[in-house]
């Protein structure tokens, strides 16, 4: 069965960079697709981007260049970084496996303030 | 980006009722493969979306049928007949056909 585990600090100040791993049981991150998404409080929901089986990364121009995802194949873990967080970063994040997002983790709520 | 307009934001129904949920995208969702990228999720309180419909009208695995999907182009329709208290929640529209992927609004399903 795959398993997706998000894991990361809970709070984040303003200015500082949230990081987050993605741990991947029952499925190798070298096949696939795995992306990141977070909701806002609300329903508003954002595509982040990917990395793929390969390695190679996709993010959303809205993110510019604050994003990075990268990965850990021995771990079978991925990792989001994103930095210069402001409050509008407060969200829930989800770690989902793509391309189609069949599987996603739990999602851990980050809250970004001072 | 492609700006995805799913209606209505909010659906009262009645148990066994039948309810539509329409999503509608700025430009047409048809890919160069010839695939079109549109799926539905459903997020119950306290869980993480998942998956409902793939490709416009694939019913996920254990996914009853009494859901369905259908439409083309940039008109998409999510049908659920005989609504159990378990379809509660907020349903979402999702384009991976292009980048940015982009997600609809969200349509909150609850009793009447």
């Known amino acids: 069965e795959v398993q997706l585990q998000e894991s990361g600090p809970g709070l984040v100040k303003p200015s500082q960079s949230l990081s987050l791993t993605c741990s991947v049981t029952?499925?190798?991150?070298?096949?696939?697709?795995w992306g990141w998404i977070r909701k806002f409080p609300g329903n508003k929901m954002e595509w982040m981007g990917y990395i793929s089986y390969s390695g190679s990364t996709s993010y959303n121009p809205s993110l510019k260049s604050r994003i990075s995802i990268t990965r850990d194949t021995s771990k079978n873990q991925f990792f989001l970084q994103l930095n210069s967080v402001t409050t509008e970063d407060t969200a829930t994040y989800y770690c989902?496996?793509?391309?189609?997002?069949?599987?996603w983790g739990q999602g851990v709520m980050v809250t970004v303030s001072s | 980006d492609v700006l995805m307009t799913q209606t209505p934001v909010s659906l009262p129904v009645s148990l066994g009722g039948q309810v539509s949920i329409s999503c509608r995208s700025s430009q047409s969702l048809v890919h160069s493969d010839g695939n079109t990228y549109l799926h539905w999720y459903l997020q119950k309180p306290g869980q993480s979306p998942q998956l409902l419909i793939y490709r416009v009208s694939n019913r996920f695995s254990g996914v009853p049928d009494r859901f369905s999907g259908s439409g083309s182009g940039t008109d998409f329709t999510l049908k659920i007949s005989r609504v159990e208290p378990e379809d509660l929640g907020v349903y979402y529209c999702?384009?991976?056909?292009?980048?940015?992927?982009?997600f609809g609004a969200g349509t909150k399903l609850e009793l009447k």
């Open positions: 989902a496996r793509g391309p189609v997002y069949y599987y």
């Open positions: 029952g499925y190798s991150i070298t096949s696939n697709y």
């Open positions: 999702l384009q991976s056909t292009h980048f940015p992927y982009t």
